[in-house]
């Protein structure tokens, strides 16, 4: 299963990752395709920066818990819960109307720490941020991207 | 939360409550075995590797106090191949170079399983 459920899946602004991607994937011989979204609130249901969805999220699986009374959803992954609420929206498009989700991918990043470059806030503190996270963007219709502004921006 | 979101939380939830209580645990039960039921498909399982692979090529260029980091990483990557082959094991050759073996890799260095369902490309080695 995808990260993400089914869809088409781009790296927020991040072209290293784009480069290891088509090296590891394509053989080496790939090109890097730039388009531009507008991450607007009722089109992405945005994980990284609006926390009114990160809430929304947690909500919605509580719910389908209480609801089901079952406790498997509590150990869903994300991808098992989008498949769930995505075959809903397609009849009814309310219950889920956004066009992609976005999130941040943070596997190994304490490890990778210099790749991620995380950074302290304070020198006496070890509090964090980090600020080369890996964020990923599933678009579930590519139809719905504006592929005017598709470029190349780097070919191997 | 803006209204478009209050509304779809609000139709996610009336959905929930007017589904059949069967009809809803075994559309939970599928899709959770998605995941977790048996052993991935070999391009499930060749994706994870990837992966890992994605994850090495980005500490290449890190310095000796990462390469620990690396060689707990493919100590790990060599435990979850040896789960599922027996003939495909990560040597470390130096510090922080190591060498992927696969007894299975054509003259190109591509890898493929007994079950044709994906063919794979694994360098041969990703020395720094």
Same mark, same amino acid.
């Given at each position: 299963?995808?990260?993400?459920?089914?869809?088409? +899946?781009?790296?927020?602004?991040?072209?290293?990752?784009?480069?290891?991607?088509?090296?590891?994937?394509?053989?080496?011989?790939?090109?890097?395709?730039?388009?531009?979204?507008?991450?607007?609130?009722?089109?992405?249901?945005?994980?990284?920066?609006?926390?009114?969805?990160?809430?929304?999220?947690?909500?919605?699986?509580?719910?389908?818990?209480?609801?089901?009374?079952?406790?498997?959803?509590?150990?869903?992954?994300?991808?098992?819960?989008?498949?769930?609420?995505?075959?809903?929206?397609?009849?009814?498009?309310?219950?889920?109307? +956004?066009?992609?989700?976005?999130?941040?991918?943070?596997?190994?990043?304490?490890?990778?720490?210099?790749?991620?470059?995380?950074?302290?806030?304070?020198?006496?503190?070890?509090?964090?941020?980090?600020?080369?996270?890996?964020?990923?963007?599933?678009?579930?219709?590519?139809?719905?991207?504006?592929?005017?502004?598709?470029?190349?921006?780097?070919?191997? | 939360?803006?209204?478009?979101?209050?509304?779809?939380?609000?139709?996610?939830?009336?959905?929930?409550?007017?589904?059949? *209580?069967?009809?809803?645990?075994?559309?939970?039960?599928?899709?959770?075995?998605?995941?977790?039921?048996?052993?991935?498909?070999?391009?499930?399982?060749?994706?994870?590797?990837?992966?890992?692979?994605?994850?090495?090529?980005? #500490?290449?260029?890190?310095?000796?106090?990462?390469?620990?980091?690396?060689?707990?990483?493919?100590?790990?990557?060599?435990?979850?191949?040896?789960? *599922?082959?027996?003939?495909?094991?990560?040597?470390?050759?130096?510090?922080?170079?190591?060498?992927?073996?696969?007894?299975?890799?054509?003259?190109?260095?591509?890898?493929?399983? #007994?079950?044709?369902?994906?063919? #794979?490309?694994?360098?041969?080695?990703?020395?720094?």
């Amino acid at each position: 299963m995808q990260f993400l459920g089914t869809g088409y +899946y781009f790296w927020d602004n991040n072209l290293e990752l784009a480069k290891v991607w088509g090296k590891h994937h394509y053989n080496g011989k790939y090109a890097v395709i730039e388009v531009d979204f507008d991450l607007k609130s009722d089109s992405c249901y945005d994980l990284v920066g609006n926390r009114s969805h990160q809430i929304d999220l947690a909500e919605r699986l509580n719910k389908l818990s209480v609801n089901s009374g079952s406790n498997k959803t509590k150990k869903w992954t994300l991808s098992q819960f989008f498949t769930f609420i995505r075959k809903f929206a397609v009849s009814n498009r309310d219950i889920f109307p +956004y066009e992609m989700i976005r999130a941040i991918d943070l596997l190994n990043h304490k490890k990778y720490e210099k790749v991620h470059e995380l950074i302290l806030f304070t020198e006496d503190k070890d509090n964090y941020t980090v600020i080369n996270p890996k964020i990923v963007i599933c678009v579930f219709d590519k139809n719905r991207l504006n592929l005017q502004t598709k470029r190349i921006v780097f070919t191997s | 939360m803006d209204d478009i979101q209050k509304r779809s939380l609000e139709a996610f939830e009336e959905m929930l409550k007017s589904m059949d *209580k069967k009809e809803l645990n075994d559309l939970i039960e599928e899709i959770s075995s998605m995941d977790t039921a048996g052993e991935p498909t070999v391009a499930e399982y060749f994706n994870q590797i990837e992966e890992q692979f994605a994850h090495f090529y980005f #500490s290449e260029n890190m310095d000796d106090d990462c390469s620990k980091n690396n060689m707990d990483h493919f100590q790990s990557f060599q435990n979850i191949l040896n789960t *599922k082959y027996d003939n495909v094991f990560v040597q470390e050759s130096t510090k922080i170079n190591f060498n992927i073996l696969l007894n299975q890799q054509d003259a190109n260095g591509i890898f493929d399983t #007994s079950t044709k369902s994906k063919k #794979s490309m694994l360098k041969n080695s990703l020395a720094a």
